[in-house]
């Protein structure tokens, strides 16, 4: 079966921090991908990760950084959290190469909170 | 700038009768075009999807519709369950990235 996992479900950090965001896939998926979700905007694209060590920049990139050091695992970091980055943040993955689809599996999210 | 919108936010239907989300892209490089279901707290469940070359595809009650022409793609649910309630995205992929729409929040009435 399928999964994706985030490493928290709720992360409350200060402003100026430091803040890592992890995911694993266990389907042995190339593609990653790390959205937020905030209300009337939908899923806005961040970040994703076409291979091992290969990124390259979504929709809201500013603020932001990953990192994709082995193929089951992408890191979202925020260099220094601001309030203006609580939201939530979804990773998905999702095969690449014919005879796929295109279906994304997603994690059930990180709600992150910026005081 | 959105390439892929919903500009419904909501929709509220009877159980029973048919649910229309819509959907329009701006990118025409966009091939692939999906359709996920999300209940609160957790992450988006794949539901149908399309390709460009075709028109239409049915899975059961969904069938999703693809005018290219317009640039635009619709879901239909027939007959609509009130387990169907939950937030509908639209997404469209090009080669290896995927953009999502803003969401429609759909409420089935028992």
């Known amino acids: 079966d399928v999964k994706v996992t985030q490493s928290s479900r709720y992360l409350v950090k200060r402003t100026g921090e430091k803040v890592f965001l992890e995911c694993v896939q266990d389907?042995?998926?190339?593609?990653m991908f790390w959205y937020r979700q905030d209300p009337g905007l939908g899923l806005r694209l961040i970040y994703f990760s076409y291979d091992v060590k290969m990124k390259e920049k979504g929709d809201i990139p500013e603020g932001y950084s990953v990192s994709r050091e082995k193929k089951e695992r992408f890191s979202l970091i925020l260099e220094s959290a601001s309030t203006n980055q609580t939201s939530m943040y979804l990773c998905?993955?999702?095969?690449?190469?014919?005879?796929?689809?295109?279906?994304?599996?997603f994690g059930p999210g990180t709600r992150l909170t910026v005081t | 700038d959105q390439q892929v919108k919903q500009n419904s936010p909501s929709l509220s239907v009877q159980e029973g009768r048919i649910s229309i989300l819509n959907c329009d892209y701006t990118?025409?490089?966009?091939?692939?075009f999906l359709w996920y279901k999300k209940y609160p707290a957790e992450g988006p469940t794949f539901l149908i999807s399309i390709s460009s070359i075709k028109d239409k595809n049915e899975d059961g009650r969904f069938t999703v519709f693809l005018n290219k022409s317009a640039k635009h793609l619709s879901l239909h649910i027939v007959p609509s369950q009130p387990g169907d309630s939950a937030v509908y995205f639209c997404a469209a992929s090009a080669r290896r990235d995927m953009r999502f729409g803003a969401g429609t929040r759909l409420t089935v009435k028992p």
């Open positions: 990118n025409s490089m966009f091939d692939y």
């Open positions: 389907m042995d998926h190339e593609n």
């Open positions: 998905a993955s999702r095969a690449q190469g014919r005879g796929h689809s295109y279906e994304q599996y």
